[in-house]
Nanobody, 118 residues
């Protein structure tokens, strides 16, 4: 499985971005997909995830502002990010979890930079 993340960029505080994560394979077979974010030299942090059945989870810091979704026909996952603030400045990585009960996701995208200016 290859994941390609894109959609990052520079935006002013209060603005919006939509990240996309395109999969080389159908996402219908994945147990879950989601996003982490990481600042260089810092520990990564969970952002959001969505299961095959549509159950979503969000980090408290993004609840009410970010929305995760999928389009099975396009094998793509999205992260709509609204009301962005400078604390959302990270590299965002998408992941796939096959449900094998491992500590780490099974596949990662290459990351897309999000920079929010004040």
């Amino acid at each position: 499985v290859q994941l390609q993340a894109f959609g990052g960029g520079l935006v002013q505080a209060g603005g919006s971005l939509r990240l996309s994560c395109a999969s080389s394979e159908s996402i219908n077979t994945f147990y879950a997909m989601g996003w982490f974010r990481q600042y260089p030299g810092k520990q990564r942090e969970f952002v959001a995830s969505i299961t095959r059945t549509g159950i979503t989870h969000y980090a408290d810091s993004v609840k009410g502002r970010f929305t995760i979704s999928t389009d099975n026909s396009k094998s793509t996952m999205y992260l709509q990010m609204n009301n962005l603030n400078p604390e959302d400045t990270f590299v965002y990585y998408c992941f796939v979890d096959l449900g094998r009960d491992t500590a780490e996701p099974d596949y990662w995208g290459q990351g897309t930079q999000v920079t929010v200016s004040s």
